[in-house]
């Protein structure tokens, strides 16, 4: 099972993007989800969870401009982001908890995603 995380590309200041996070490789439902993302030079940030419910939380700097979702029936985790800046150029990575049918409490990581927002 692996988390694909995909979207990312190179936008202008002011555009918007919209990362999707999917399972592939078998089965895994997703409970809960985050995006985080890693500048250059920097520690990786919470970004955005969502709970299986739909509850979000956000990084209060993001609150606004960054949309965290999902589709249940497609099992996927989105984060749409509007109003890009230059500072919100990173890797974006997406973790989701979940389960199989053999086991529950599972943790994966998916591969980053790059986003750039040129100035």
């Known amino acids: 099972v692996q988390l694909q995380a995909s979207g990312g590309g190179l936008v202008q200041a002011g555009e918007s993007l919209r990362l999707s996070c999917a399972v592939s490789g078998g089965i895994f439902i997703i409970k809960s989800a985050d995006w985080y993302r890693q500048a250059p030079g920097k520690q990786r940030e919470l970004v955005a969870s969502?709970?299986?419910?739909?509850?979000?939380t956000y990084l209060d700097s993001l609150r606004g401009r960054f949309t965290i979702s999902r589709d249940n029936a497609k099992n996927t985790v989105y984060l749409q982001m509007d109003s890009l800046k230059a500072e919100d150029t990173a890797v974006y990575y997406c973790?989701?908890?979940?389960?199989?049918?053999?086991?529950?409490?599972?943790?994966?990581w998916g591969k980053g995603t790059q986003v750039t927002v040129s100035s």
């Open positions: 969502i709970t299986r419910g739909g509850t979000t």
């Open positions: 973790n989701a908890r979940g389960a199989t049918a053999d086991f529950d409490g599972l943790d994966y």
